[in-house]
């Protein structure tokens, strides 16, 4: 059986050239505030905005050629169904996208420009993930997961590669975490080539599906909250292949604050002139919460996306000056 690190390495030359290595960035500033030597992994400056482009390229890559002709459907807040259609605008195969009613207006527009086609379904991202299974089903079509599959977990692994690639010695790297596809994947990656580093998990406490699955020790549901953190809302699908790896990699975890998210979502503006969306926020604020376990230490924080849209980028920098 191929394991899920053979599956990253192998992601690792297959997505290439179509999926750039992103750069890890110095921050004067963060290092400064948090008294540790902290590196920014710029996953926002992937052509899609978000680390979701890698998962979506290595999942269209794996199929057969009778799957890529008959198109595939996909689920998602925004990231994916960037990710998934760019992926299928390159390879030249038709892409579908339910998209729950609560994602931001600019990640939907940005979706169909890439010429996939958009289907807007009231209700919570769980639920339009849902009926993009059902319909990949009845029409027989593939699905690609946002998380839940291993092809799509390796493709955002490779994000682990290339941080220990680029630093190797790395005493922490933090994420936000959602369906569990970047961490399981980063993690298995870093534990393999990097196992002195350890895995942080970072939640917004509107939003932590994931992290009171892996407190009860099996995935249950569980309440959620508006949440300046759109890119990981949901709930984890039951049966999914990231618990598991999850539960192996992760070595700590933190919730953080809608207040806390806004305030690291300003410092990154104010000292690295980048506008992150609130998922990317939800690391940074992690990393600054925990920040006196790491002093004279070198981190790695994931900004694992820049799409918001204006308005919500200018409402969150209000809350952060209140």
């Excluded at 994916?80 to 527009?109: E, I, P, W």
């Excluded at 393999?192 to 249950?220: E, F, Q, Y």
């Excluded at 940074?284 to 981190?299: D, H, N």
Aim: contains cysteine.
């Amino acid at each position: 059986m191929v394991t899920l690190f053979e599956r990253i390495m192998d992601a690792h030359q297959g997505i290439r050239p179509d999926i750039p290595v992103t750069p890890l960035e110095h921050s004067k500033l963060l290092s400064r505030e948090a008294g540790c030597d902290v590196w920014l992994k710029a996953e926002h400056l992937m052509p899609t905005g978000s680390f979701k482009v890698r998962g979506s390229a290595n999942k269209i890559r794996a199929l057969g050629a009778d799957a890529k002709g008959s198109g595939v459907i996909t689920a998602s807040t925004g990231n994916h169904g960037l990710g998934v259609a760019r992926a299928g605008a390159l390879s030249g195969v038709d892409v579908t996208v339910y998209v729950s009613n609560t994602a931001a207006r600019s990640k939907m527009v940005a979706i169909e420009a890439l010429g996939a086609k958009l289907i807007v379904m009231e209700g919570s991202p769980l639920d339009s993930e849902i009926e993009a299974r059902r319909q990949s089903e009845l029409q027989g079509k593939p699905y690609v997961a946002p998380y839940n599959d291993l092809d799509t977990m390796a493709g955002q692994g490779t994000v682990g590669v290339e941080l220990a690639e680029q630093a190797p010695h790395l005493d922490a790297v933090f994420m936000c975490v959602g369906g569990g596809g970047l961490i399981g994947g980063t993690g298995t990656a870093l534990k393999a080539l990097s196992p002195a580093t350890r895995v942080v998990g970072v939640w917004p406490k509107a939003s932590t599906c994931m992290l009171d699955s892996l407190n009860a020790g099996h995935i249950i549901e569980t309440p959620e909250y508006e949440t300046l953190s759109d890119g990981s809302a949901g709930a984890v699908e039951p049966g999914s292949v990231t618990f598991p790896v999850c539960q192996e990699v992760i070595d700590d975890t933190v919730t953080v604050s809608e207040a806390e998210i806004a305030q690291a979502m300003r410092m990154v503006a104010e000292g690295e002139r980048w506008m992150i969306e609130g998922s990317a926020g939800v690391a940074v604020a992690g990393l600054l919460q925990k920040s006196s376990q790491y002093r004279g230490k070198k981190v790695a924080v994931v900004l694992c996306g820049r799409n918001i849209g204006l308005d919500m980028f200018l409402a969150a920098m209000e809350r952060a000056r209140n």
